[in-house]
């Protein structure tokens, strides 16, 4: 099924979530979206041209292929395993794709429960930010049968551009935690840099020329940045909450293989520390305010 009668569902319209759906129903896909407590995206989607569905049962029912973004591992098995979850609803030949950030060895598990019901399914975590959502420009890996993908990928074509295989299935929920472990353990050393460079007298500006023009750049540098210079906290759309999450997942992995991961320990009591002493509903450049409040700058 490659052609526009494939029935698309969508459980989750967050940040990424949002913007996916968008463009999958505005490209012409026929779209059958579950939201969660907040109206407004759900509203948006359904006023664009989707249905709204009661629960995930129906929604899986109905839908040939169904795409998940959820917070994290909870929330994903929530909707496989609950009363009213897709199990409960889902038939033979159905496709789940899982976006969310969630741990390899949940996956696997929900892949076999979906398998023994007739379903396939592929862990498909996302990259890039809620701005390349709306804009259909994120980048996926994907863990499972290749074919798989290539059946769907029309589909997923209406939100991203760029496309890695993985391996097996749970393997691109590894990939995504090792990432996000880079991008979030540079997120919190160049916060942490920045608020110890301004307590020592230094110029901001002066840093970030000097940072952006040397070996230490990033693009996690650059957007924690922006809030330094210009109290713009929108480079990073992504809560102190979830990068706590997402530090726990890569932590969880390592401690299961077992490997060593005290480089991430260290980051994790940092954003709990921010968790504590600043809003963790707050993006993850507020850090920057957290860490110069407690060493006794203002911001």
């Known amino acids: 099924m490659t052609e526009k009668n494939m029935k698309v569902g969508f459980i989750g319209l967050g940040l990424m979530g949002h913007g996916m759906a968008k463009n999958i129903v ?7 979206v579950l939201g969660h407590r907040s109206r407004p995206p759900i509203e948006d989607i359904v006023g664009r041209g989707a249905t709204e ?4 049962a129906e929604l899986a029912r109905d839908c040939d292929l169904v795409f998940i973004c959820v917070t994290g591992t ?3 098995e929530e909707n496989i395993y609950g009363e009213n979850g897709i199990l409960a609803g889902i038939t033979p030949g159905t496709i789940v794709a ?3 950030t969630t741990v390899p060895e949940s996956s696997r598990k929900v892949a076999a429960a979906i398998e023994a019901k007739g379903g396939r399914f592929l862990d498909l975590p996302l990259n890039r930010t809620p701005v390349q959502a709306e804009e259909g420009t994120l980048a996926v890996m994907y863990g499972g049968d290749p074919a798989l993908f290539d059946a769907i990928k029309p589909v997923v074509e209406c939100f991203a551009d760029a496309f890695v295989h993985c391996g097996e299935t749970g393997s691109a929920c590894a990939v995504k935690l090792v990432n996000n472990f880079v991008a979030l353990g540079t997120a919190i050393l160049a916060n942490e840099a920045m608020a110890v460079a301004h307590k020592a007298g230094i110029d901001k500006q002066v840093l970030y020329d000097v940072i952006t023009g040397g070996g230490a750049d990033s693009v996690m540098f650059r957007r924690m940045a922006q809030n330094v210079l210009h109290d713009d906290d929108t480079a990073f759309q992504f809560t102190i909450r979830n990068m706590h999450k997402d530090l726990s997942y ?3 992995m390592a401690e299961s293989l077992p490997a ?6 260290t980051a994790r ?12 509903n707050a993006f993850g450049p507020r850090i920057y305010d957290v860490l110069c409040k407690l060493n006794g700058v203002e911001r």
């Open 250 to 252: 890569y932590a969880r």
């Open 260 to 265: 060593i991961a005290s480089m991430a320990e």
């Open 26 to 32: 505005e490209k012409g896909w026929p779209l059958t």
């Open 74 to 76: 909870p929330q994903v």
């Open 98 to 100: 899982d976006c969310s």
């Open 53 to 56: 569905a009661k629960n995930a």
């Open 269 to 280: 009591q940092t954003v709990t520390l921010a968790r504590v002493a600043g809003d963790e």
